[in-house]
């Protein structure tokens, strides 16, 4: 379930969007206690409210061994709000999946939240070691995996909505070695 939360709007969204216009977002590892609170409740709102996945909350054995990482807006560099979330673990040795990736319905249609989280989620588990690099993707979103250079391994149905596993083209993923400062890119202008 790592592309599951990127298409689609919902006002029932228990995140209240920003009054503002962000100048910038930052993707990193949640460093936080903020941060990571924001991104449970994000997640929460997503698969539980909005999808209808999970009921009351989405977390299991996989955040105690996860490192979660958040996109968060920014007005002049300072940040305000956690819009995006996923979080990254290793199954076995070289082995690390992709999980619970969420954008708030309000900045979807940003365009780059979803595919920067992707991006620090893959190159930073490449700088830890990793040699294959898992998710199973909602089958909406393929197209936006493969776009990014993501092979669909299997279809298969995950918590009762079909899925594919899919894997990153590594060589298309350079090691991050900085994932607590990450990425920023910049809000599209007249969002």
Not at 39 to 64: H, M, N, P, S, T
Not at 82 to 96: F, N, S
Not at 110 to 122: N, S, W
Not at 151 to 166: I, P, Y
Request: aromatic share 8%; net charge negative.
């Amino acid at each position: 379930m790592f592309g599951e939360a990127i298409a689609g709007v919902s006002d029932a969204l228990d995140v209240t969007p920003a009054l503002y216009t962000p100048t910038e977002y930052r993707i990193k590892w949640t460093t936080l206690p903020w941060e990571a609170e924001e991104a449970y409740k994000l997640r929460r709102a997503v698969f539980c409210i909005e999808q209808g996945i999970f009921v009351g909350d989405d977390r299991d054995e996989i955040d105690e061994r996860a490192q979660q990482l958040v996109a968060v807006s920014c007005l002049a560099g300072i940040p305000e709000q956690v819009v995006g979330t996923v979080r990254i673990h290793q199954e076995a040795p070289g082995v690390w999946y992709g999980s619970r990736l969420a954008v708030h319905a309000a900045f979807r249609r940003h365009g780059k939240i979803g595919a920067t989280l992707i991006r620090l989620a893959v190159t930073s588990a490449h700088a830890l070691g990793c040699e294959t690099f898992l998710a199973h993707v909602q089958s909406q979103n393929v197209p936006l995996f493969q776009a990014l250079h993501w092979d669909a391994l299997e279809q298969e149905m995950v918590h009762g909505r079909s899925h594919h596993l899919m894997q990153a083209q590594l060589g298309h993923y350079p090691p991050c070695t900085a994932p607590r400062s990450g990425f920023v890119t910049q809000a599209r202008s007249g969002s």
